[in-house]
T-cell receptor, first 115, second 112 residues
Framework: QQQVKQSPQSLIVQKGGISIINCAYE??????FPWYQQFPGKGPALLIA?????SEKKEGRFTISFNKSAKQFSLHIMDSQPGDSATYFC??????????????FGKGTKLSVIP | DTGVSQDPRHKITKRGQNVTFRCDPI?????LYWYRQTLGQGPEFLTY????????KSRLLSDRFSAERPKGSFSTLEIQRTEQGDSAMYLC??????????FGPGTRLTVL
C-alpha cells in the first residue's frame, strides 16, 4: 500500500519557469511533511517542510502549499535553475507507536531544468 | 564535516557473502534510522534506534539483516548471505527531534 502518491514522475521546465510537484497522502495521522532533494549518487537532502496547521510555507524560491481537507500538498520551485535539476521526494511522518517517526516517501519526481 | 557519514560508499560482493555497513550520525543526535532505496523508488524504512536501543524494525528487515548501535554512537548494518535482491542504496539518517531527519550519502551495494 503506497501511502504517499507523488506526481509527475518526471518534469521538464525551462530556466526561469515554475516547477510544481504534487503529493497526496492517505494516513490522517501524518503530521509532518518534508520535501527532500536528491542528486545522483547522493543521499536525500532536506529542502523544506511543513506541518498541517499551516497552509503555506515559503523559503527562498521554494514554497510548500498544504491542503489538509484534500490530503494533498505540493512543492513549487520559482525561477527554476539548471542547478535545481535533481530528483525530488515528498515524504510524511507520524509517530509509529513503537518509538520512531519513520518517513514514508513518495516515488520521486525527476526534474530537468533546461537553459 | 559534521553531517552524517557512511562507509563504505560502494560495495560490490558476490551472492552468499556477508557485508557490513557503518553509519556515523551527527554527534548529538540520539535517533538513528536505516532506509533502503532501490532504483527509481523513494527510500523505505528498515529500522530505528533511540540511543543504543533498537526500538523498531520493518517487515523489510529479514532474518539475514541485523543492525546494532553500541553505546548509542555509530551504527552498523550487516547483511548475511547476500542475495541479488539486496542490491540497493542503504541510507542512514539521524535526528535530534522527532521530525527532521538528516541523511548520509548512502552505501551503494551491488550483489553479483
Amino acid at each position: 500500500q503506497q501511502q504517499v502518491k507523488q506526481s509527475p514522475q518526471s518534469l521538464i521546465v525551462q530556466k526561469g519557469g515554475i516547477s510544481i510537484i504534487n503529493c497526496a497522502y492517505e494516513n490522517t495521522a501524518f503530521d509532518y511533511f518534508p520535501w527532500y532533494q536528491q542528486f545522483p549518487g547522493k543521499g536525500p537532502a532536506l529542502l523544506i517542510a511543513i506541518r498541517p496547521d499551516v497552509s503555506e510555507k515559503k523559503e527562498g524560491r521554494f514554497t510548500i502549499s498544504f491542503n489538509k481537507s484534500a490530503k494533498q500538498f505540493s512543492l513549487h520551485i520559482m525561477d527554476s535553475q539548471p542547478g535545481d535539476s535533481a530528483t525530488y521526494f515528498c515524504a510524511a511522518t507520524a509517530y509509529s507507536g513503537a518509538g520512531s517517526y519513520q518517513l514514508t516517501f513518495g516515488k520521486g519526481t525527476k526534474l530537468s531544468v533546461i537553459p | 564535516d559534521t553531517g552524517v557519514s557512511q562507509d563504505p560508499r560502494h560495495k560490490i560482493t558476490k551472492r552468499g557473502q556477508n557485508v557490513t555497513f557503518r553509519c556515523d550520525p551527527i554527534s548529538e543526535h540520539n535517533r538513528l534510522y536505516w532506509y533502503r532505496q532501490t532504483l527509481g523508488q523513494g527510500p523505505e524504512f528498515l529500522t530505528y534506534f533511540q540511543n543504543e536501543a533498537q526500538l523498531e524494525k520493518s517487515r523489510l528487515l529479514s532474518d539475514r539483516f541485523s543492525a546494532e548501535r553500541p553505546k548509542g554512537s555509530f551504527s552498523t548494518l550487516e547483511i548475511q548471505r547476500t542475495e541479488q535482491g539486496d542490491s540497493a542504496m542503504y541510507l542512514c539518517a539521524s535526528s535530534l527531534r522527532e521530525d527532521t531527519q538528516y541523511f548520509g550519502p548512502g552505501t551503494r551495494l551491488t550483489v553479483l
